[in-house]
Nanobody, 122 residues
Framework: QVQLVESGGGLVQAGGSLRLSCLAS????????MGWYRQAPGKQRELVAG???????NYAASGKGRFTISRDNAKNTVYLQMNSLKPEDTAVYFC????????????????WGQGTQVTVSS
């Protein structure tokens, strides 16, 4: 099993920045990718960003150019740096972990964090 512990959510004004952190522990040898999902009220859950251990990254169009996902191998932690935040970024953000498949360029996330609230005020 893999446990994911998130931190960094909170309230920020439009135009501000937040950095979300996700620490992975447990059977981390079984995963090769991590990412971030978000879900806003009344909206479908969407993948914000993903990163594989091979270095492949993917971003949703909504965050591309403003959000950056990165990994600290030594600390077994993945970060989501969010800049130029907009009110529409308000959502619960979930850290995920799982498997990246090269053949389909797709992440198969089967471990989930508890979620952290990000609220962007205008």
């Amino acid at each position: 099993q893999v446990q994911l512990v998130e931190s960094g959510g909170g309230l920020v004004q439009a135009g501000g920045s937040l950095r979300l952190s996700c620490l992975a522990s447990g059977s981390t040898f079984s995963i090769n990718a991590m990412g971030w999902y978000r879900q806003a009220p009344g909206k479908q859950r969407e993948l914000v960003a993903g990163i594989s251990w091979s270095g492949k990254t993917n971003y949703a169009a909504s965050g591309k150019g403003r959000f950056t996902i990165s990994r600290d191998n030594a600390k077994n932690t993945v970060y989501l740096q969010m800049n130029s935040l907009k009110p529409e970024d308000t959502a619960v953000y979930f850290c995920t972990a799982g498997d990246y498949r090269d053949y389909s360029d797709h992440y198969y996330f089967n471990y989930w964090g508890q979620g952290t609230q990000v609220t962007v005020s205008s």
